[in-house]
């Protein structure tokens, strides 16, 4: 009865290994429960029927489907299928004709369908094992969370596939169980393999952990007591608890759980006794997921091999620490029930960098050569609450391990591990191993890449400017690399580059971002007293970046304005033109300028002239700045040239100067020689008769009054009367004093002024404040009323006033004056 129960135990780990997968995190993310792919390579030889190990072990498998999730898969591999295929084909290791696929949805159709299968007996073969090797690589489920199990039972030594003979050695057998571990499933994890050695016939071998490997012997009652407990330990995900821990009263039984719990799990043997409700430490009420009936294969006879498997849980949340309380249908048999709990206990990574947790994308971002601490904690699945260490078990191990490209570079056992990033593919692992359960692990894999080198460069080179012309200084544009590559405008918009500084020289500058291309733009100005290297550093703390600029500042260019020849220029004062022309050239540093250079001067050549010391005749008129003309050019190669011409009547020394602003200045001197008195007779007697002759010209075309004659009309009012006094004016032909201008006749206050054509015109300046009124309009014999209308009518003049023969002009005085002064042309 003991070794049944263990042996079902034994399988009930082994399922329970995974079945509710442990939930890996790293910083604030989780991995959902991952399935398990299971395949059982069963010795169904007729060694089998000692001890009726057949029927304990068809039974623990019943049991072991009835606690698999629906997602997970099972495969089984009767060895005497194996024998019998491997008889009939030598070397056919494909085990898709003899695996039996069991159907997880129907737990209950699975427990039946192995219940019910004929026990064959045919042996032992060796390439069952490696059967069961290739049907779990057949698999290709990539998902990383899914384990990988490979599990064989067997109570005697293996047999030579070839001479179906017991010759296959132990180390044969520990190698190849060995070399499964080299092999990466789909998901890129290793396949975890069990083997347990049942009797003193059975081959006996290595346990290797470190590959994945767990190998277990049993011998007596006692040692496989032991052996299936430890195994049971080792990989179950559920804590087997034991008979100390759980109290049963006929019907009821009750457990503590000091830990959250994921599922309960119970095996109740020997009796028709099924769960019937579980209560919760708080009152609640938790639902049967499955009830499975368990049966005997019929091979055996013990009415003590019945039972029943059951699940409960809380449907995806977790249920409390505090004891329980389950209801059965029937009365228990304390020493036949098996009470199984998965707590609900994850192993939770945190990384931390630089004070603050990441995340597993931030992890990845994070350069080589930076230092980052991992934890690891034990905390409530699903939550972030983290258990009391005082609730686990005694002897609980916290282990993290950290692999670069697979080799493992630092470990801790104490949960927490400061490590510092390698470049390659990293791995960071964590495993909290409580006493009696599958350790709960968690890892995440990332690639740590070369530190990114952050520069501020700039498309500078060569750049040099004169001290005096910082104002056109090329801009100079710097910008931020990331490995050598430019930021875009928006990325350096969240780094801004610091204020220059300057060194070497003390410039004025402008500094600001170029919002279309991200760059940071150096503008210098005006001038500065320094030459030499002019160091322009700028930096990003943050990113600690920098980079600089080199201006070269070279002197400002020296001027000079050399005249060419070197002599005294002179010329009579009638012959200016033969003079010999004043030449200039203009350097830069000593190298002459042709025209294009000068013309693109910001600070264009100036000539002045001017006489020193002249005189006219005999009078001395010292310096005067208007005594002669002449042109002045830039030739093609640069020589600024200066022409006198024409004549003078002035005689001396003179100067020409041609500056250039206050950079430089030359000054010319010249000679105008002096013409005797009786030269200038000659002259002077054609000039004066020109000018005669231009006078009387003038007098003879000078417009004349032509005896004209003006009745002068003056307007008088006596009351309501108006008066009319005549009298005649006579206008003579005479001749003007000044040629060419109309002669001038003043009447009263008006100015009268003859014009061709025998027309009059009235000078409008002389009106001295009168107006003046035209029209022809005869007054006499009018009212006054008549007069005062006539007035008003009346438009002022506004230009002169052309009068001819019957026109009439009337000349208003103020208002308070009695009388109205009119001119009539009548002659």
């Not at 390579?41 to 072991?64: G, H, K, L, P």
């Amino acid at each position: 009865m003991k070794k049944r129960i263990i042996l079902f135990v034994l399988l009930l780990s082994l399922m329970t290994a995974g079945v509710f997968s442990l939930q890996n995190t790293i910083g604030y993310a989780s991995e959902s429960s991952g399935r398990k792919i299971v395949t059982i390579v069963f010795d169904d030889s007729f060694s089998m029927a000692n001890e009726n190990r057949y029927s304990n072990a068809n039974y623990a498998i019943q049991a072991f489907i009835a606690l698999l999730n629906e997602e997970d898969e099972l495969h089984l591999i009767y060895m005497s299928d194996a024998a019998r295929q491997l008889a009939a084909q030598p070397g056919n290791f494909d085990p898709s004709a003899i695996a039996k696929d069991i159907d997880l949805t129907n737990p209950q159709s699975g427990a039946d369908q192995v219940r019910n299968n004929p026990w064959q007996g045919a042996g032992t073969p060796f390439g069952a094992v490696q059967m069961g090797y290739n049907e779990l690589v057949s698999h290709e489920d990539t998902d990383p969370s899914t384990q990988y199990y490979l599990i064989v039972l067997s109570d005697g030594g293996f047999m030579d596939d070839a001479t179906n003979q017991i010759t296959i050695d132990t180390g044969t057998v520990q190698g190849q169980f060995e070399s499964f571990y080299g092999t990466l499933m789909p998901n890129q994890t290793h396949m975890n393999t069990y083997y347990l050695a049942i009797g003193a016939e059975a081959v006996a071998l290595t346990d290797r952990p470190d590959l994945n490997f767990h190998a277990q012997t049993a011998s007596d009652g006692q040692s496989m007591i032991h052996a299936i407990g430890a195994l049971a330990d080792t990989i179950s995900g559920r804590y087997r608890l034991d008979a100390s821990e759980i109290s049963v009263y006929d019907t009821l039984v009750s457990f503590t759980s000091e830990l959250p719990l994921k599922s309960v799990s119970f095996l109740s043997q020997g009796r028709e006794a099924a769960v019937s409700s579980v209560t919760g430490p708080n009152g609640e009420n938790y639902e049967i997921r499955r009830n499975v009936t368990l049966a005997p294969d019929g091979y055996n006879a013990d009415p003590s091999l019945f039972g029943n498997a059951i699940v409960t849980d809380a449907g995806g949340a977790n249920m409390p620490a505090g004891t329980y309380q389950v209801q059965f249908t029937a009365g228990v048999d304390p020493a036949s029930l098996n009470v199984m709990i998965e707590p609900a206990v994850e192993c939770r990574l945190a990384v931390q960098y630089n004070g603050e947790t990441v995340s597993a994308e931030k992890l990845a971002e994070i350069p080589e050569g930076e230092t980052v601490t991992i934890t690891a904690q034990a905390v409530e699945s699903g939550t972030d609450t983290v258990v009391d260490s005082s609730f686990l078990e005694e002897g609980t191990a916290n282990t993290l391990v950290y692999e670069v490209d697979g080799n493992e570079i630092v470990r801790s056992d104490t949960g927490e591990l400061p490590i510092t990033l390698q470049l390659g593919e990293g791995s960071i692992s964590g495993q909290i191993q409580m006493p009696g359960f599958l350790p709960k692990t968690a890892d995440e894999r990332f690639t740590t890449k070369s530190k990114v080198v952050y520069r501020v460069e700039s498309d500078a080179a060569d750049v040099s400017v004169r001290q005096n012309e910082l104002d056109s200084c090329e801009e100079i544009r710097f910008y931020l690399t990331a490995d050598g590559v430019k930021m875009s405008a928006d990325e350096a918009k969240n780094y801004p580059l610091s204020t220059p500084v300057l060194t070497g020289a003390k410039v004025e500058y402008e500094w600001y971002q170029d919002e279309d291309s991200g760059e940071w733009i150096f503008k210098p100005k005006g001038e500065t007293d320094s030459t030499g290297t002019l160091t322009v550093y700028v930096e990003n703390e943050e990113l600690e970046a920098s980079g600089q600029a080199i201006i070269d500042v070279i002197p400002r260019i020296h001027y000079q304005i050399i005249q060419i020849g070197g002599q005294d220029a002179h010329a009579a004062q009638t012959s200016l033109g033969q003079m010999e022309p004043i030449k200039f050239k203009i350097t830069a540093d000593a190298e002459a300028l042709d025209r294009a250079a000068i013309d693109a001067l910001k600070t264009k050549p100036a000539l002045a002239v001017k006489m020193t010391d002249s005189s006219f005749f005999i009078w001395k008129t010292g310096e005067k700045r208007n005594g002669i003309s002449g042109r002045w050019y830039i030739e093609d190669d640069g020589t600024c040239v200066y022409q006198p011409k024409g004549l003078s009547w002035f005689y001396g020394t003179g100067e020409v100067a041609l500056t250039l602003s206050e950079e430089a200045s030359c000054t010319a001197v010249f000679t105008i020689e002096e013409r005797s008195f009786l030269y200038w007779i000659p002259i002077g007697f054609v000039l004066f008769s020109l000018f005669l002759f231009w006078c009387i010209i003038g007098w003879i075309r000078q417009p004349k009054f032509n005896n004209q004659i003006m009745e002068i009309v003056v307007y008088t009012k006596f009351g309501s009367a108006i008066q009319e006094s005549p009298r005649i004016k006579v206008m003579k032909r005479r001749i003007g004093l000044i040629p060419y201008r109309a002669c001038r006749m003043r009447v009263g206050d008006l100015v009268f002024i003859a014009a061709p054509g025998r027309k009059i015109v009235l000078d409008k300046d002389c009106v001295r404040g009168r107006v003046v009124y035209s029209g022809k309009v005869r007054f006499m014999g009018r009212s006054a009323g008549n007069m005062k209308r006539l007035i008003r009518m009346m438009e002022p003049a506004k230009r002169d006033v052309r009068m001819v023969r019957g026109m009439e002009l009337y000349v208003a005085p103020d208002k308070n004056a009695q009388a109205l002064t009119g001119y009539r042309i009548t002659g």
